[in-house]
């Protein structure tokens, strides 16, 4: 049984930086990709970044590029979402998700992951 918990959301005003971070236990001996997605309010989840098992690959979507940082500490289990100059259009829920597939080829939409995070919220707002 997978389970993957996110911390670190919570309330920034715009320009300001949070750090999110998701870790994963069970099936711990396996290689998989994993990402974050987000889901603001009457809109549909979006993915935000992903990384290979090895951080070879990396992708973000256009929005965060050159904000978002994401990484990886496959002994923890942990991967970790820097998100700096944060703006109102960042507000939603952010999950994190597992894709026991694949190792090194990232998929950008969520009918690629099986395993979620329960979200948590990000809101940017003076």
């Known amino acids: 049984q997978v389970q993957l918990v996110e911390s670190g959301g919570g309330l920034v005003q715009p320009g300001g930086s949070l750090r999110l971070s998701c870790t994963a236990s069970?099936?711990?001996?396996?290689?998989?990709?994993m990402g974050w997605f987000r889901q603001a309010t009457g809109m549909e989840r979006e993915f935000v970044a992903g990384?290979?098992?090895?951080?070879?690959?990396?992708i973000y979507t256009d929005s965060v590029k050159g904000r978002f940082t994401i990484s990886r500490d496959v002994a923890k289990n942990t991967i970790l979402l820097q998100m700096n100059s944060l703006k109102s259009e960042d507000t939603a829920v952010y999950y994190c998700?597992?894709?026991?597939?694949?190792?090194?080829?990232?998929?950008?939409?969520?009918?690629?992951?099986?395993?979620w995070g329960q979200g948590t919220q990000v809101t940017v707002s003076s």
């Open positions: 998700a597992a894709d026991f597939k694949r190792s090194e080829a990232v998929i950008t939409t969520q009918w690629g992951y099986d395993h």
């Open positions: 069970g099936r711990t001996g396996d290689s998989y990709v």
């Open positions: 990384i290979s098992w090895t951080g070879a690959r990396i």
